[in-house]
């Protein structure tokens, strides 16, 4: 996907969901590119519960169509990104009334960028990444126990990765009568810049440096995602969960 904005910052994107060792993908990831304006999508179904992948379809479209009507010619606003993701969760919490469907649950997070800004929003422990200034963050706190025994300075960040409580998640879409996103932006962005969205069964395979050392040798989004896939799939764990991702660059 190619969109160039009116500051003639050309926005190129690459989009991958994987399947893993587990018999349904309960990932889904959303694209779409307006003029001068792009949105991306990723929303992981939780394992363990009935109709994961409905309930990530579900957030993933109402998120994505929600910032295509509401959002303006910068992005969107805080308020307006986090009435998408409230709206979402209405969208799943209706869902979970049909037979078979009850608890079922996801996590999301977006990225919207145009004009030379980006907004994102996110609930659960799918990431986004930022690549700026020569520097890679997770600019995404995973709503997560174990993120929180990192925040207490019981483990470090890589350790999330492998503890044992890392998919023990303390918000989701669809888990509450209102969700409580993280929220930033519009913030200015240059060329140059990169952003990855990605699921858990992705981003607890790579490192930090791992993400960011095929971000060096990559001369295009495809290829930086191909990249990391191939490291994903060589850590040969034959039921690892499924892995989205998304990678953006400006």
Same mark, same amino acid.
């Given at each position: 996907m190619i969109l160039e904005d009116d500051m003639f910052m050309q926005i190129t994107a690459y989009a991958h969901t994987s399947q893993g060792g587990?018999?349904?993908?309960?990932?889904?990831?959303?694209?779409?590119?307006?003029?001068? /304006?792009? #949105?991306?999508?990723?929303a992981d179904g939780l394992g363990g519960h009935h109709k994961g992948d409905t309930a990530s379809r579900m957030a993933a479209e109402a998120i994505l169509g929600g910032l295509r009507q509401e959002m303006g010619p910068d992005g969107p606003s805080q308020e307006t990104m986090g009435n998408v993701f409230q709206q979402a969760n209405h969208t799943v919490l209706e869902g979970q009334k049909e037979e078979g469907h009850k608890?079922?649950?996801?996590?999301?997070?977006? %990225?919207? #960028? !145009?004009? !030379? =800004?980006? &907004?994102?929003?996110?609930?659960?422990? $799918?990431?986004?990444?930022? +690549?700026?200034?020569? $520097?890679? #963050?997770?600019?995404? =706190?995973?709503?997560?126990? &174990?993120?929180? =025994?990192? %925040?207490?300075?019981?483990?470090?960040?890589?350790?999330?990765?492998?503890? /044992?409580?890392?998919?023990? %998640?303390?918000?989701?879409?669809g888990g509450e009568q209102r969700c409580l996103p993280g929220l930033a932006g519009p913030?200015? #962005?240059?060329?140059?810049?990169? +952003? %990855?969205?990605?699921?858990?069964? +992705?981003?607890?395979?790579? $490192?930090?440096?791992?993400?960011?050392? $095929?971000?060096?040798e990559a001369p295009s989004p495809e290829a930086w995602a191909k990249a990391m896939l191939a490291l994903w799939e060589s850590r040969g764990n034959p039921n690892r969960d499924n892995a989205s991702l998304i990678t953006v660059f400006a």
């Open positions: 587990r018999p349904v993908n309960e990932d889904t990831v959303k694209v779409w590119a307006g003029e001068k /304006q792009g #949105i991306f999508v990723v608890d079922m649950m996801t996590t999301a997070v977006a %990225l919207a #960028i !145009g004009h !030379g =800004k980006a &907004s994102w929003g996110y609930v659960g422990d $799918s990431r986004l990444y930022h +690549f700026s200034n020569g $520097s890679l #963050i997770s600019v995404t =706190k995973d709503h997560s126990l &174990s993120f929180k =025994k990192y %925040l207490f300075g019981e483990i470090s960040w890589e350790d999330i990765r492998e503890d /044992q409580d890392r998919s023990a %998640l303390l918000r989701a879409i913030v200015e #962005i240059s060329e140059g810049d990169a +952003f %990855l969205l990605c699921s858990d069964g +992705f981003w607890e395979y790579l $490192s930090t440096d791992e993400i960011k050392d $095929s971000l060096f």
